[in-house]
């Protein structure tokens, strides 16, 4: 059981580090549930502490995701319209790499462009808000993608360091 709730738990913390790009998988509570996995082996000591603490930064980091768009979208001007064309900016670089690894930084600015302009706003009062809600948008993502990466890091730890007793087959 130990084996299988070990590969499980990598499996999510893959998959929460692709939630840090993907705005529909929440990354960092993903990744939380990995360490959680391996913390119900019966080779892992429990630490209460580390997994309060880990889910508090994860929760913490999920909300501030929402929140520091639309803290740079307003900031710049912007309207929720910029912010769903950033999401949707996103998406395209995702299912269309057209630009390659800089896809994804491109597109979701022209995704908050296209969507200030269909929101009537001026070209420099778009260009503007798009600005920002691109901004709060990276800034997100980037707390997103190191929150998960510690994680990683720290489950891979884990793993090695409790390898013997977790990989036995008796």
Not at 60 to 78: C, H, L, N, Q
């Amino acid at each position: 059981m130990d084996i299988a709730l070990t590969l499980i738990g990598f499996f999510l913390m893959l998959i929460g580090i692709l939630g840090s790009f993907l705005p529909v998988l929440p990354g960092p509570p993903v990744s939380w549930v990995g360490l959680l996995l391996i913390y119900l082996t019966k080779a892992i000591p429990d630490d209460w502490w580390v997994l309060g603490i880990t889910l508090f930064i994860a929760l913490f980091i999920t909300v501030m995701d929402y929140v520091i768009p639309a803290m740079g979208t307003k900031k710049f001007g912007g309207s929720k319209a910029g912010m769903w064309g950033t999401i949707v900016g996103l998406l395209v670089a995702i299912i269309f790499p057209v630009f390659g690894p800089f896809g994804i930084i491109i597109w979701p600015f022209i995704g908050a462009l296209v969507g200030e302009l269909l929101n009537k706003a001026n070209q420099k009062t778009a260009l503007k808000a798009a600005f920002g809600s691109f901004l709060g948008f990276l800034t997100g993502t980037f707390m997103k993608l190191v929150v998960t990466i510690f994680y990683a890091l720290f489950y891979v730890y884990l793993a090695i360091k409790y390898a013997g007793e977790i990989f036995t087959f008796s």
